[in-house]
């Protein structure tokens, strides 16, 4: 899977404290769902919206399921994703992450043989999906597009599939029961956009909106992050030489 190909984060920027705090956190906000769906008990403190503007600022610290962000005016958060957060994590990726076991989306020119007709100029790292061809190459939010089978004529097509072979240029993605040879020239755009907030590092920008017991700890209901470094394989140890 895509997760698994982004960087390692680097946790020994995580403290310990830092931990312990979440899961604080984590326990203090479902208390706080109960009081919210019951009457409010007295003395009770309800849940803050995060300030408009101040959900600006950068990563610092990337953990297992869990963010630490400088925000506006440079304040520390530890960030939690609530259940339904909208996340938005976009950038490019290196050369080396066309790889087998990717899952890629591209648009493709398609002939009436069912061949590749030209080179891509632009393929998309989502982290996953459904492997397939859909008629007309905008993807399903145009009209009347729909997926189709291996009959089909020659024209511009969204393929979602997984890269099976890496020949220099070309590569090989399985769409199904489909199989496309696309050559990728060295100037196509290979893009990151995917909800895998793990991919982060610090220095990333972000912005991120969410409810807070306590400043310091919120609970992200929209996280958007930019990546400042292209997404590459993980390097591989191989240990010391013998």
Known sequence: MFL??????DRRLVPGPFLWHLAWMVAAWAA????????????????????????????????RGMLR??????????????????VSVLGT???????????VVCSLQLDEFGKVAAPVTQITFPGGGVPGVIAGGLGIAEPGAKRVGSKRPAGSYLVSGTIKLVADTVITV?????????????????????TNFMLASPGDQVEVEGLY???????????????????????KNRGPKK
């Open 174 to 194: 399985l769409a199904g029961k489909d199989r496309f040879e696309i050559e990728v020239p060295a100037d196509a755009e290979l893009i990151v956009k995917t």
């Open 69 to 86: 962000l400088r925000l506006t005016g440079g304040d520390p958060w530890n960030v939690i994703l609530a259940p339904t957060a909208e």
């Open 213 to 235: 017991l306590q400043k310091g700890e919120l609970q992200a209901t929209a996280l958007s992050i930019t990546l400042a470094k292209p997404v590459a394989p993980p390097s």
């Open 32 to 63: 706080a769902d109960s009081v919210a769906q019951a009457q409010p008990r007295p003395g009770g403190t309800p849940p803050q919206k995060l300030a408009a503007g101040a959900g600006k600022g950068t990563v610092e610290a990337v953990g």
């Open 4 to 9: 698994s190909q982004g960087p390692t984060p």
């Open 93 to 103: 990726a290196s050369r080396e992450l066309l790889q087998p076991g990717q899952f």
